[in-house]
Every structure is written in structure tokens, then in C-alpha cells.
């Protein structure tokens, strides 16, 4: 279908040069562009052995920044957010940098450049608002922007910038943001940055409510749980006794709800208050795959042969 896009000109920071860029977002000659969104070929060096995830259906995005793919993610359209998003990590340094809020025009129009870009001040066109999240649905909601790919786990300036891209974004709230979650994602950091001696494939997801789901404006829907596990096959084996069930993969799954059940994740009574809830369990990649089997009804294998194979 031939659908003609209101806008034409975007204008964009590029985050190097602060310099405004008419970026061309549709024009005749850009129809021949790959696509980012609809297939992951682009972007199979995110996945330990260019294998993503399996069991979960979606719509792959290929996380294009600046004409360079940063990072992969599995959208969910009706959902208006992530299944998961996989990335590499790398040592991070430098301080976060300024949130700068993007969308993935391919969603909205196919045929657009894949390039994320920048919410423009004002209005969003409507093809937009209706084919993903924007920024009113969590302006003035009790959920935060939680990253499933953190900035915090890149090195360079452009991987980091990318991560701002609500594509890549479920509405989270601040006492796992803030808390628990930070913890793993910081821990996750220490961890790999001190024994992961080669590539570190990261893939942080989301469980779904059974039932009585919260959604954002009847729009984005509010995850129950979030999950993350890495794949490191190449470490440092003189681990310390404390980090011996850590490599060569790990994962954790961390409560949005301080009303779920205690079945995956027991809540600590002890935690201040304004993270009491939202704590975060860690366990061995099975039964994190446990857990995502029982709540998808399928079977759900997050890295190539748990990330023991050879390759
Ligand atoms: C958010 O809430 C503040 C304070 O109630 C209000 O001034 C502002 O207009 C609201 N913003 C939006 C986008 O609803
Ligand atoms: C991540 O780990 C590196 C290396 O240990 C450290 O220098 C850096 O401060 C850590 N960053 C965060 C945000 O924890
Ligand atoms: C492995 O870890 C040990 C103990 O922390 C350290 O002494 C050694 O230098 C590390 N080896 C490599 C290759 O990083
Ligand atoms: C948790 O349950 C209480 C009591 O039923 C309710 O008031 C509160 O809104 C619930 N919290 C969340 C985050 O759903």
C-alpha cells in the first residue's frame, strides 16, 4: 500500500555536532533502502551466534541511529512496546546523556528512512501515535521510561544516545527504575566488565500480566515482570566463589507490581520503602526459561543452545 507521509522534511540534533539536519524521511529515491523494521538479517550481530531469541512473535526492529545499527528489538505493535531488546554490551564511560526521545518512523510508514528520529516539538504525526508509544503516554502516568537496553551498558556516546528511543521503552515503575533494577543493571556492569573476556550478549525482556492487565491510555501496555539474561561465552575463569554461578550466562527476572504474587520473585520486607516490591531474583538461565514457558504457553530458548555450544 502507497501511503504518502505528511511530513517530509524532519529536522534533527545529530548529537555530535549539535548542527540542525534536514533529514529527508520519504522521498522517491530512499524507496530502495534495506528496511529495519520487519526483519533482523540487518542486525544479527546483536545475537550470540546470530541466533535471536525463539518463542516469542513480534515485529523485529533493527535499532538504526545515525546510519548505524546500535542494538535490536522485538516490537509488539498492538502493545505499543518491547518484547525484548539484545545488544552488546560494552565498558561503559562518560555520563549519560541528555534524553533526547526518538521514534521509529518505519513503523508509522514503511517505506520511510530506518533511521530512529527525534520527537519533533508539538505535535506527532498521527500515523505515529497510532503505530507505537510517544511521549504523552508516559508524561503524567505513575510509570517511568524503563530502558530494556540501559544506556548505562555502552561505551560510546551514539550506543548510548540510541537507547532513548521509546521503541526500546515499557512503562516501569520508579521503585524498580530506581532501585532493584538499577542494582542489576549496575551489577550486570561490575560483573562483566571484570570477568567477560570476550563479546557479552545481553537480552532484557518483559512478562506480561496474566490477567487484569494495566495499560498507559488504553494504549501501551504495563508489563508484570522484567527479565534480563546474558551470554558470556568467553570469561575469566578464576571467578570469585561468588560468582562461580555467573558465567557463561546469567539471568534475573524483577517485579513491576508490588502486588504480584511471590511465586518467581519473594519480596523482601526488609527493603526501604519506596522499593519494597520491586525486587529482583536472580537465577540460571533454565529457570528463567521456565518461567517465560509457563507465562507464554511456549517454549521460549533466549541465546543458541543456552549459550554453551561452541561457535
Ligand atoms: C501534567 O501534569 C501537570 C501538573 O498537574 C500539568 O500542569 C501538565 O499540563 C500535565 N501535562 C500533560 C501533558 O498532561
Ligand atoms: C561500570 O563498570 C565500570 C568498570 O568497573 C565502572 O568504571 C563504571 O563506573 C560502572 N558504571 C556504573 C554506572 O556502574
Ligand atoms: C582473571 O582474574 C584474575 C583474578 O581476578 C586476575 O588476576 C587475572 O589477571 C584475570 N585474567 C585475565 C585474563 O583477565
Ligand atoms: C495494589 O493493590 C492495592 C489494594 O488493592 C491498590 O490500591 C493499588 O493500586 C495496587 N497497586 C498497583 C500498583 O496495582
Not at 529527508?24 to 529515491?29: I, K, P, V, W
Request: aromatic share 14%; glycine share 6%.
Amino acid at each position: 500500500i502507497w501511503i504518502s507521509p505528511p511530513f517530509v522534511n524532519l529536522y534533527i540534533m545529530t548529537p555530535l555536532h549539535g548542527l540542525a539536519v534536514a533529514l529527508l524521511a520519504f522521498t522517491g529515491g530512499w524507496i530502495l533502502c534495506r528496511a529495519d523494521v520487519g526483519d533482523f538479517t540487518p542486525c544479527l550481530q546483536f545475537f550470540y551466534n546470530s541466533w535471536p531469541p525463539k518463542g516469542l512473535a513480534g515485529t523485529p526492529v533493527c535499532q538504526r541511529f545515525c546510519n548505524q545499527y546500535h542494538f535490536a528489538t522485538l516490537y509488539n505493535r498492538q502493545r505499543r512496546s518491547p518484547w525484548f531488546s539484545a545488544y552488546l554490551y560494552s565498558v561503559p564511560t562518560g555520563k549519560r546523556p541528555k534524553a533526547s526521545w526518538k521514534f521509529e518512523p518505519q513503523l508509522a510508514y514503511p517505506a520511510a528512512d530506518g533511521n530512529m528520529i527525534p520527537f519533533p516539538p508539538g505535535p506527532v504525526d498521527q500515523n505515529v501515535v497510532e503505530s507505537q508509544a510517544v511521549e504523552l503516554d508516559y508524561i503524567n502516568s505513575t510509570y517511568t521510561r524503563g530502558h530494556l537496553n540501559p544506556s548505562l551498558h555502552h561505551q560510546s556516546h551514539e550506543d548510548r544516545a540510541s537507547t532513548f528511543t521509546l521503541t526500546n521503552v515499557v512503562p516501569q515503575k520508579a521503585g524498580s527504575n530506581d532501585g532493584p533494577w538499577e542494582v542489576l543493571e549496575q551489577t550486570i556492569n561490575e560483573t562483566l566488565a571484570a570477568y567477560c573476556l570476550g563479546e557479552a550478549y545481553i537480552v532484557t525482556g518483559i512478562i506480561p500480566y496474566q490477567q487484569d492487565e494495566p495499560w498507559l491510555h488504553n494504549r501501551v501496555a504495563v508489563p508484570e515482570y522484567l527479565w534480563s539474561a546474558y551470554c558470556c561465552p568467553n570469561y575469566n575463569n578464576s571467578l570469585p566463589q561468588e560468582l562461580q554461578e555467573a558465567f557463561p550466562t546469567y539471568a534475573a527476572i524483577g517485579r513491576n507490581d508490588r502486588n504480584s504474587t511471590e511465586e518467581i520473585v519473594p519480596v523482601d520486607k526488609t527493603a526501604k520503602k519506596e522499593f519494597m516490591g520491586y525486587d529482583v531474583r536472580q537465577m540460571p538461565l533454565a529457570t528463567l526459561e521456565m518461567y517465560l514457558k509457563d507465562r507464554f504457553g511456549t517454549l521460549v530458548s533466549v541465546f543458541y543452545e543456552q549459550c554453551t555450544g561452541s561457535v
